[in-house]
């Protein structure tokens, strides 16, 4: 990570990547079944501004159907993940206008950051390659899995220009960080790294910058080899039956499991327990069962 503050950071050529919905703010690469996202303003540390929302939500809409993506990952061109919201285009720009004109352009974010991201029907991992900050925080914790780099640099710098943490970033946090260490950051400002984003929750685990792709790309396989449906039914249950009671979740998740099964088209629990029970052929312990229909 580089902290001189004119270097020009290496911008993705969208030229060069296959044609998309998406422009030059996101570039996307596809590789064995995972689509690499990345939020591509280098030269402002990827700050998301309402061009790059904009982007966003086209390419969240038109991943969801494409089939060269099994595997989401969001990360950020050169040395940044994203230094949270552009204080000039999405704040500055936005003062001046009307409330409703605001409103637009909040939600506009808001919709990519995590009313798709939350419940995606494919899984996601953030791969947090650096800065990170602020309303970065969102998409963060809104994607299902994330690997940060242990030299990334996270900060809830909100209060450090006098402000709260305001989109969702503070109930974002509150979902993966417990409050004595949510409510440091969020009071002090003050930076950690991805080791400590690790050691809190706020990510799965931190590895060494040059192991980082390495790693998101071993554990995208992990989750290509389960079965897709069962995959986004079990993080949707996962996710919405956290703010359920018991008796509540009891009858959903009973009711979510019926609709997984039934809508499943490899048939995945028959195979499974036929691979079992009948051949032998695998122990589910260990192992996921041999998957003869591949389809998303
Ligand atoms: N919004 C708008 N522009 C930004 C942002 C941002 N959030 N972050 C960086 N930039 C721009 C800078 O203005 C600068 O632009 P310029 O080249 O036109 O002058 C360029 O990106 C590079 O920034 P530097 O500060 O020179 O980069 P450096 O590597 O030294 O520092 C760092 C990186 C630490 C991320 C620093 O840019 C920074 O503190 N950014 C703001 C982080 C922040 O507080 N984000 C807002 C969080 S709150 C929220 O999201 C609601």
Redesign the pocket.
Known sequence: ???????KAKKHNAKTRPAGPWGSNVVVEFEDEIAWVIMN?P???N???PQLASEMNGVLDALELDKRCGVLVLTGAG??F??????????RATDDVGPIERARVYRTNGMWQWRRLLHYPKPTIAMVNG?C????FTPLVSCDLAIAANEA?F????I??G?I???V?CKAVSVVMNQRNALYYVMTGETFDGRKAAEMGLVNESVPKSALRKRTVQLAKTLLEKNPTALRQAKIAFKFSAGMSWEEAADYLTAKSDQAQFSDPERGREQAMKQFLDEKSYRPGLQSYHRRRLRR
Do not use: C, H, Q
């Not at 230094?83 to 000039?88: E, N, Q, V």
């Not at 900050?133 to 970065?136: C, E, L, Y």
């Open positions: 990570m580089t902290t001189t503050r004119k270097m303003r030269d402002k540390r700050a998301i501004s040395d940044s994203s230094a949270g919201m552009d204080l000039r285009d999405y704040f800065w900050f602020g309303g970065a640099i900060g809830l710098s909100e450090n220009w402000i943490p305001a989109g970033v």
